[in-house]
């Protein structure tokens, strides 16, 4: 079977974790010329081979190191447009990248994600029979409720302009407000949901990220779905079911650090986990194109776009 023909939808990608490490080389490369970075090469921090990242070696590489390289509009605007050739690609039909808000040296906030959402129209002129992709913004576990509050109202703002941000997401390091803390956002993703926005939470990532204290926290935010979900107990398992939330498996990255994901980061597409559970779990050709169709309800992409995903991975 043609794992990369095969029409697939993408609903659990980090933007920064999904450059490629030659692209983060290309870079730095230019920023070292004009002498505008002191990091090192990419390619020395990130071997092309290393994939055995951990909880405590993984955050880092984002707030030490990727973010310090994407700064300007011409490393983010190439970042980005690689990000999606890439998952092009790679098949998938339909992508929902996410991202947090973060102001650099020059950009705020609000232009950095302006910025995403320009470049992803400019790629889906020449693309738009092929993949259509929308923006979720992230919220981090680590931020203060004021910060919170802005990416929602920002989120609010451009999906009201239409400039196709549909959802919210929680996400960031596992270990950062354990135990059902994360209730200090509870007002924001209520909100979120009030508003129209999909809501999609990274839940047991981690031990420390899987109490029932927390779970009980963040489905009371009534999320369409939940990221990961590999340290959950029986109990959890079966409230989880029961509600029949749709998961975001980022199956060979739980296996390879036991909790996150980033194809950038873990060097396994969405073909290369489809190949790895037909092969795997012994999931024939029929089973496998049910699977890859299952993530069209979940979408936050509206019933239109549902449809048109019916219409490709039906034919």
């Known amino acids: 079977?043609?794992?990369?023909?095969?029409?697939?939808?993408?609903?659990h990608a980090h933007l920064t974790g999904s450059i490629s490490r030659r692209v983060l080389h290309e870079i730095w490369h230019r920023?070292?010329?004009?002498?505008?970075?002191?990091?090192?090469?990419?390619?020395?921090?990130?071997?092309?081979?290393?994939?055995?990242?951990s909880?405590?070696?993984?955050?880092?590489?984002?707030?030490?190191?990727?973010?310090?390289?994407?700064?300007?509009?011409?490393?983010?605007?190439?970042?980005?447009?690689?990000?999606?050739?890439?998952?092009?690609?790679?098949?998938?039909?339909?992508l929902e990248l996410r991202t947090t808000p973060r102001a650099t040296a020059h950009l705020s906030a609000e232009a950095y994600v302006r910025l995403l959402l320009d470049t992803i129209a400019a790629f889906e002129v020449g693309h738009a029979e092929s993949m259509h992709t929308r923006l979720v913004l992230s919220i981090d576990r680590r931020q203060t409720l004021e910060s919170a509050e802005?990416?929602?109202?920002?989120?609010?703002?451009?999906?009201?302009?239409?400039?196709?941000?549909?959802?919210?997401?929680?996400?960031?390091?596992?270990?950062?407000?354990?135990?059902?803390?994360?209730?200090?956002?509870?007002?924001?993703?209520?909100?979120?949901?009030?508003?129209?926005?999909?809501?999609?939470?990274?839940?047991?990532?981690?031990?420390?990220?899987?109490?029932?204290?927390?779970?009980?926290t963040l489905l009371g935010w009534n999320p369409g779905r939940l990221g990961h979900v590999i340290w959950e107990d029986d109990e959890s398992k079966m409230e989880i079911a029961q509600r029949g939330l749709?998961?975001?498996?980022?199956?060979?990255?739980?296996?390879?650090?036991?909790?996150?994901?980033?194809?950038?980061?873990?060097?396994?597409?969405?073909?290369?986990?489809?190949?790895?559970?037909?092969?795997?779990?012994?999931v024939n050709r029929t089973q496998l194109c049910n699977l890859a169709r299952q993530g069209i309800d979940a979408i936050f992409g509206g019933e239109e776009e549902k449809q048109r995903l019916r219409d490709i991975m039906w034919s």
């Open 1 to 11: 079977m043609d794992f990369v023909a095969l029409p697939k939808i993408e609903l």
């Open 31 to 53: 920023k070292k010329e004009i002498g505008e970075t002191l990091l090192d090469d990419p390619l020395t921090v990130m071997p092309q081979d290393k994939y055995d990242f």
């Open 55 to 94: 909880v405590e070696s993984f955050f880092p590489l984002f707030s030490s190191y990727i973010y310090n390289l994407l700064t300007d509009e011409c490393s983010i605007r190439y970042a980005t447009a690689s990000v999606l050739e890439h998952f092009l690609a790679d098949g998938v039909v339909y």
């Open 150 to 216: 802005a990416t929602l109202e920002l989120a609010t703002r451009l999906r009201i302009e239409g400039h196709g941000v549909v959802g919210l997401d929680l996400c960031g390091d596992p270990s950062a407000r354990p135990g059902g803390e994360v209730a200090l956002f509870t007002p924001v993703f209520e909100k979120a949901s009030s508003e129209g926005l999909g809501v999609t939470v990274h839940f047991a990532e981690a031990k420390a990220s899987s109490s029932r204290e927390e779970l009980k």
């Open 246 to 282: 749709c998961l975001e498996l980022c199956l060979s990255c739980n296996v390879q650090a036991g909790m996150t994901d980033d194809v950038g980061v873990f060097g396994s597409p969405l073909s290369e986990e489809y190949r790895l559970v037909a092969r795997y779990f012994n």
